[in-house]
Every structure is written in C-alpha cells, then in structure tokens.
C-alpha cells in the first residue's frame, strides 16, 4: 500500500503487508490511522503516524 501526496504527485510512505490486492481501505476520521482489507482474508490497522502495522487480523 502506498501513500501519495497528491500536491507534490509523490509517494510519501510504502507499507507491505497484504500478501495479495487489497479490497477495502478506510482512514479513521482523525487520519491517523488506515483500515486495510485484503483477499489475503486479513483485515490490517496501520498507523500513519508511527509508520508501522498495529494489529493483524487473520482469519
């Protein structure tokens, strides 16, 4: 998953995780974390703050 900054048209951070495409992205209305969904049948809750994975939900 990576995150652009669409004023400056970069990527600004790249995280890996989902091990195949992911379905569902939604951002917490704080904006600081991002709820990922994939067909990896994991649900991932990545903060963008840290830059780092939180909690990995598999099942």
């Known amino acids: ?3 652009w900054d669409m004023r400056k048209k ?3 951070h790249t995280y890996q995780g ?3 495409r992911i379905d569902v992205l939604r951002f917490t209305p704080d904006g600081r974390w991002i ?9 991932k809750i990545w903060d963008l703050t840290a830059g780092k ?6 099942s």
């Open 10 to 12: 970069r990527c600004i």
């Open 53 to 58: 994975l939180l909690h990995d939900l598999a």
């Open 1 to 3: 998953m990576k995150i």
């Open 35 to 43: 709820v990922s969904g994939g067909a990896d049948s994991s649900v």
């Open 18 to 20: 989902h091990t195949g």
